[in-house]
């Protein structure tokens, strides 16, 4: 790789699926990825509801240590705060599906213009995974053992849109993490949720 950028890029995406999920509880715990041992979100570009809520709690329990008593308070207390995740969950779930489909739309409505009439439009892009391929197995009722192959598409980054996406089609012998390759998107629908993005061989 010519530019330390993108390997730290291409490192930084072959760790990510490794990645624990994120949770919100009312119990402080450590975060994986930045190595300390209590975090808490306390804001995003676009403030979210449980932003909030850390608001809340910490502005009560500083307005309690101005008190004589000096006592901890909360607004909520740990099993109300709990209650009030729980419920949110399943909205907060619904809603990041949504928000996916969007998402996903717009992406392929984009492609589906930026193609150009001869479908020649082409894209750089920074090869981060190959083809690889995941053989399991498992035990049926009656004892039989059965093996299913999971193949998963290559993914490359487009340097100029900051997209990741699948590769629908390549060349193998000539596919490295780490490279820069060009792709063309040949087929691209919003409404069929579609999107073909194959490698341009010179």
């Not at 000096?70 to 909205?91: F, I």
């Not at 717009?106 to 995974?129: H, K």
Request: overall charge positive; glycine content about 4%; proline content about 4%.
């Amino acid at each position: 790789l010519g530019d330390q950028r993108w390997e730290a890029y291409c490192l930084s995406s072959s760790l990510r699926p490794h990645y624990p999920k994120s949770l919100t509880v009312p119990k402080a715990g450590p975060h994986w990825a930045l190595g300390v041992e209590a975090y808490v979100q306390w804001t995003s570009p676009i403030r979210r509801y449980l932003d909030l809520v850390a608001h809340r709690q910490l502005k009560t329990w500083l307005a309690a240590r101005r008190q004589e008593n000096n006592r901890p308070q909360y607004a909520l207390k740990k099993e109300g705060l709990k209650n009030l995740l729980d419920s949110k969950a399943h909205t907060l779930r619904a809603v990041g599906a949504v928000s996916r489909q969007s998402t996903n739309y717009w992406v392929r409505e984009f492609f589906r213009r930026a193609r150009g009439p001869n479908r020649d439009a082409t894209f750089e892009a920074l090869v981060l995974t190959v083809e690889s391929q995941t053989t399991t197995s498992s035990n049926t009722k009656k004892q039989q053992s059965r093996t299913s192959v999971t193949i998963r598409k290559p993914r490359v980054l487009l340097v100029d849109l900051g997209l990741e996406l699948e590769l629908s089609c390549w060349t193998a012998a000539k596919l490295v993490v780490g490279d820069m390759i060009l792709v063309k998107v040949d087929e691209a629908d919003p409404h069929g949720d579609s999107l073909t993005l194959k490698q341009v061989v010179s």
